[in-house]
């Protein structure tokens, strides 16, 4: 493991309670705290200015730093948006992209120049996905190209206020709000009580406990999942369920596995998630029965070290996201162990219809 692995999972686990180490670090969430509050009132007062692009923008984010979920969410949004009758686009900053400027993810886009969850989200949806640095400058030229897109997702923009948006969905997964602190005492970018239009939890089961640990909807969202909520349709928090119950072939997507008959065979099955939470994605395949051994890689890992090699396992079982990268490598597209294990989000659909209802509702600027 490298010393920035180490490093990562000795603050992950820590961020969880409030420990030595946390309380240690507490009096530089202090000033973590003040620095982005200040920056937050700078906008707000419009000392420093934000832009507002000329078609409603959603945008989807967590204040736990490292992954929640965005990545499915993001396609689930586009998918119902699009479900609706809107031309939706997608900006994102790109992990590990080349440069800051914004940059369209086209057909031979490679997950370097892109990053890799962009790069998912154009091969899951079909829409546009522009990424770059700045957000706002990213949506325009979005917009430049696409003429037709009327509704533009922000994935993982929430701290970008550079950029107006029309809805917040704050994501949430089931380590809650950690130990409660902001970094690096904790893993909170923002506090709990920092406002959103919708709060959605990506855990199997949402427990009470978990409820009351993330903050309320607005107001506005309160009223609307209300309604459906009265007829027994929603409840708030918003529960997201991430689903995959089929391993594909990553040399051919075509050839297709359940997970439940992959359970049955007498087989050494590793699985690998190079993820924010390799955890749930290990859990996920636990729940379909599969004994795995897990092999845990860093969020966004490039996996040009081949860490399957001397990997004593028959089948690898990897993620969507783990596998945009592994299929532009010669030597691992072409590995018959590695298999696929694509998941799809299941939210209300209440969720979606106020989504599309503030669209509907907002003006051109």
């Not at 706002?136 to 030229?141: D, Q």
Request: charged share 20%.
């Amino acid at each position: 493991m490298s010393k920035t692995s180490s490093l990562e999972l000795t603050l992950t686990r820590n961020w969880l309670r409030k420990g030595p180490l946390a309380c240690a670090l507490w009096p530089l969430s202090l000033l973590f705290g003040a620095l982005s509050g200040l920056r937050g009132a700078l906008f707000r007062w419009g000392v420093l200015k934000s832009e507002r692009l000329p078609v409603p923008v959603v945008v989807v984010g967590n204040i736990f730093i490292g992954g929640t979920g965005k990545t499915p969410l993001t396609i689930w949004l586009v998918q119902a948006l699009q479900q609706a009758g809107f031309t939706p686009g997608v900006i994102s900053r790109g992990f590990g992209s080349k440069d800051g400027a914004p940059r369209l993810v086209g057909p031979r886009s490679t997950p370097q120049e892109v990053g890799d969850e962009p790069l998912l989200i154009a091969l899951r949806t079909g829409c546009p996905v522009m990424v770059g640095r700045d957000r706002a400058a990213a949506g325009r030229a979005l917009l430049a190209l696409n003429p037709a897109v009327d509704v533009l997702v922000a994935d993982d923009g929430l701290q970008h206020y550079k950029l107006q948006r029309d809805v917040e969905i704050v994501l949430f997964d089931g380590r809650g709000v950690g130990n409660g602190w902001l970094l690096p005492a904790g893993p909170l970018r923002e506090p709990p009580s920092r406002r959103r239009d919708f709060t959605v939890v990506n855990t199997a089961a949402l427990t009470a406990e978990l409820a009351d640990s993330v903050a309320p909807l607005s107001s506005m969202a309160q009223r609307a999942l209300g309604r459906a909520a009265a007829t027994g349709q929603a409840s708030v928090p918003v529960q997201m369920v991430l689903a995959g119950d089929i391993a594909e072939r990553l040399a051919d997507r075509s050839e297709r596995v359940p997970l439940a008959e992959l359970a049955r065979r007498p087989l050494r099955i590793a699985a690998a998630a190079g993820i924010g939470n390799p955890a749930r994605f290990f859990g996920m395949l636990r729940a379909a029965g599969l004994d795995v051994i897990e092999l845990p890689l860093p969020d966004h890992h490039d996996f040009l070290d081949h860490p399957f090699d001397g990997l004593d396992a028959d089948l690898i079982l990897m993620t969507e996201k783990d596998a945009v990268k592994c299929a532009q490598i010669e030597e691992l597209r072409d590995d018959p162990r590695l298999w696929v294990v694509p998941v799809t989000a299941r939210i209300d659909a209440a969720l979606a219809e106020y989504i599309v209802e503030k669209c509907r509702g907002c003006s051109s600027a």
